[in-house]
């Protein structure tokens, strides 16, 4: 991937400079001036490789073992905030099977739009 990327910010750097040749600079200064204009060519291959999902990935990764390494230096921590997600999780779940259970789900009647003695609603 390295070399594809440096192939084609090369492609670039030449396609800028064929423009400013164009417009009568010299190869050397359309060069220069392409680059000052651009900035660092090696910072923009950095952003570049930096967006692939790898480097996501990775930085997922490095993210995981900083957090599993802090967890475990403080297993006091870790028990509470194992304990109080445990907890609120639960408490979470239950109330809102109850409220599935007796307010959400439709009652068990044949026909719902009728009264106790067959007759329609008024």
Not at 16 to 44: N, P, Y
């Amino acid at each position: 991937m390295g070399q594809e990327l440096d192939e084609e910010v090369d492609g670039f750097l030449e396609m800028a400079a064929q423009e400013k040749m164009s417009q009568g600079m010299s190869r050397k200064a359309a060069l220069r001036e392409v680059r000052l204009e651009r900035g660092s060519l090696e910072i923009a291959k950095e952003v570049v490789s930096a967006a692939s999902w790898e480097s996501v990935l990775e930085t997922c990764w490095q993210d995981l073992r900083i957090g599993c390494r802090t967890l475990c230096k403080s297993p006091s921590f870790t028990l509470v905030v194992g304990l109080t997600l445990a907890l609120g999780i639960g408490a979470t779940t239950s109330i809102f099977t109850l409220i599935d259970a007796v307010m959400l789900k439709s009652l068990p009647v044949a026909n719902p739009s009728l009264d106790f003695h067959g007759q329609p609603f008024a």
